[in-house]
T-cell receptor
Framework: DAGVIQSPRHEVTEMGQEVTLRCKPI?????LFWYRQTMMRGLELLIYFNNNVPIDDSGMPEDRFSAKMPNASFSTLKIQPSEPRDSAVYFC??????????????FGPGTRLTVL | DAKTTQPPSMDCAEGRAANLPCNHSTISGNEYVYWYRQIHSQGPQYIIH???NNETNEMASLIITEDRKSSTLILPHATLRDTAVYYC????????????FGGGTRLMVKP
């Protein structure tokens, strides 16, 4: 299994530009999570999908951020327009559904975003 | 989710056991204790989790006190590759599998 795949691994853009981050979860996993990590704020959950439906987006910073999951094997996180304070590492994670335990999350390698 | 408290940093000698403590005095009865770690420049990695009983897998052991107010992650023979930030998380599957990461403990394994 290739694990969670994220692209691009690095993105450098200028303020005001649109940025799209992509994630392919592990096949068969029903839940998908987007996180952001900065030195100041640590690792923060942005949004969580279950069976392709957004369940909790309370962590999304503002309207400039949007996330979609058109099918079980693909999700995008879009920032439009981007700002320097959006610079961070963005992680995608997936987990299988169900069971008594809270399911283990498997993280991708992350996308390092730099907004100039 | 329960608030967890961990020391910000710890050192361990290579080959020795690393014992990482975590306090979670507000943990509720149906919340699990999860441990993840993050090696520099990588995504977080699941290590182990437990509810009441002690747990062991190929990576580590988890010791949970009887009152469940604290736990200890044990890496029995730490290697240099175990240098990472270790996160202890109280998680409730009623919260939709969401994990709230705190500051974690930065473990430095030294030769």
């Amino acid at each position: 299994d290739a694990g969670v795949i994220q692209s691009p691994r690095h993105e450098v853009t200028e303020m005001g530009q649109e940025v799209t981050l992509r994630c392919k979860p592990i096949s068969g996993h029903n839940s998908l999570f987007w996180y952001r990590q900065t030195m100041m704020r640590g690792l923060e959950l942005l949004i969580y999908f279950n069976n392709n439906v957004p369940i909790d987006d309370s962590g999304m910073p503002e309207d400039r951020f949007s996330a979609k999951m058109p099918n079980a094997s693909f999700s995008t996180l879009k920032i439009q327009p981007s700002e320097p304070r959006d610079s961070a590492v963005y992680f995608c994670a997936s987990s299988p559904e169900g069971g008594i335990d809270t399911d283990t999350q498997y993280f991708g390698p992350g996308t390092r975003l730099t907004v100039l | 989710d329960a608030k967890t408290t961990q020391p910000p940093s710890m050192d361990c000698a290579e080959g020795r056991a690393a014992n990482l403590p975590c306090n979670h005095s507000t943990i509720s009865g149906n919340e699990y204790v999860y441990w993840y770690r993050q090696i520099h420049s990588q995504g977080p990695q699941y290590i182990i989790h437990g509810l009441k009983n002690n747990e062991t897998n190929e990576m580590a052991s988890l010791i949970i006190t009887e009152d469940r107010k604290s736990s200890t992650l044990i890496l029995p023979h730490a290697t240099l590759r175990d240098t990472a930030v270790y996160y202890c998380i109280g998680a409730n599957n009623n919260a939709g599998n969401m994990l709230t990461f705190g500051g974690g403990t930065r473990l430095m394994v030294k030769p």
